[in-house]
């Protein structure tokens, strides 16, 4: 006949919940530090996507009112909210140049530290990493420039082939691309930025 079980436990059955670890969760520290640094460049970096084209989207809303309701002395009292708007997009890129400039910096600390010259993260030495992230920060920091320069100057510019400049600097950018760093991404795992 079955028997039904007594209230007494024995100890040495219990079962605890271990936690599964991934592969970068047990990893060596200088591994476990680039690979935190690349996943946080690959956060800002989709950020950086976002707010480009929010941005994009506005400089080409200016464009539209400015070449049909703009005249010499007129200015649509819609111009300021999206200017507004733009400067916010301009805020959000400058943080995110930041955040990118501090990445670099930590990069290049571990760099100089690291003098093994042995991948860290598969083949990636850390050099490698510092080196891809520089030209990244570079880039981002000139392209800053151009967009704050565009930002400056659209609300007052009258000139229509100008205007269309400023809007093109927004959407095709003229120093970062993306592509830049597609291949640190993807070695490590990280999707691609949309």
Known sequence: MNKTPSKHTDNSYIFTAKEVTSPNKDSPGICRTVYTHVANLHNLLSDWEKLKEKGTKVTK??????????TDDYYPHQLHPLMEMLLEALN?????????????????ALAVLDKSNDGVIFTWTIQKFSTT???????LCKEI????IVTENLAHCRNESLIEVYVSAWELE??????????LFA????????
């Open 145 to 148: 420039h151009l967009k704050e």
């Open 92 to 108: 959000g890129l400058r943080n995110i140049v930041e955040g990118v400039i501090i990445i670099n910096k930590q990069l290049k």
């Open 133 to 139: 992230v520089d030209e990244i920060c570079t880039t």
């Open 187 to 194: 070695d490590i795992g990280l999707l691609g930025i949309p």
């Open 61 to 70: 809303s200016v464009s539209a009112l400015k070449l049909h309701e703009c």
């Open 174 to 183: 003229a120093y970062y691309n993306i592509e830049m760093s597609a291949y």
